[in-house]
């Protein structure tokens, strides 16, 4: 079946540092790749997403690169803020003839500090 | 914008207990998810329904479990004679087509006594 390994935390950077966060996964097939993340108190909201091989999916400033290669799918930001602080979760999604659930990795949680 | 709302935001029960989740998604959307998420865990996959009929279930969903979308819009999600194991957080999402992004609500945490 699916699964997604992701970098443990919790991650600890400074304001306007570079960030990754590694995400590999093994899916049959042809996946769909997400990253969601999840601030203090609230649900898990979409943040960026790419759907076949080298798609770059991007969003507030944050970027991923669908590599089939090597079946990664890592998380940049070129200059984290404070408000950044929050859990990342990688995520995989088959749409074939199987369950169409996404397969999460066990969320990477993010602190930026001032 | 209405997002998947979920309800109640948290629910206290005993041991042995029956508990009932209900969740709505965004109208008009087709698909709806439930999942299960313990602390420091991602969110697992439980089951899903494509408008009201049910097409998937995971392991994870034990004969206790039972969930329904009667006239393919709300969804419940059923516990009976809940464990300890139970304790978690129950999310749920929807998505227009099975290609759409899904979109989460905030979840209902249950809590075992």
């Known amino acids: 079946g699916n699964s997604v390994t992701q970098m443990e935390g919790p991650v600890t950077l400074s304001e306007e540092a570079f960030l990754t966060i590694n995400c590999t996964y093994t899916?049959?097939?042809?996946?769909?790749l997400f990253w969601y993340v999840q601030y203090p108190g609230e649900g898990l909201q979409l943040l960026l997403k790419?759907?076949?091989?080298?798609d770059k999916g991007s969003n507030k400033g944050f970027e991923a690169t669908y590599r089939k290669e090597t079946t990664s799918f890592h998380l940049e930001k070129g200059s984290v803020q404070v408000s950044d602080s929050a859990v990342y979760f990688c995520a995989v999604m088959y749409s074939g003839g199987g369950a169409d659930g996404l397969t999460f990795g066990k969320g990477t949680h993010l602190i930026i500090q001032p | 914008d209405t997002g998947v709302s979920q309800d109640p935001r948290h629910k206290i029960t005993k041991r042995g207990q029956n508990v009932t989740f209900r969740c709505d998604p965004i109208s008009e959307h087709n698909r709806l998810y439930w999942y299960r998420q313990t602390l420091g865990q991602g969110p697992e996959f439980l089951t899903y329904f494509q408008n009201e009929a049910q097409l998937e279930k995971s392991r994870l969903l034990s004969d206790r479990f039972s969930a329904e979308r009667p006239k393919g819009s709300f969804s419940t999600l059923e516990i009976q004679r809940t464990e300890q194991g139970d304790s978690a957080m129950y999310l749920c999402a929807s998505s227009l087509t099975g290609e759409q992004p899904q979109h989460f609500g905030d979840g209902t945490r249950l809590s075992i006594l």
């Open positions: 899916a049959t097939g042809y996946p769909s």
């Open positions: 790419a759907t076949k091989a080298d």
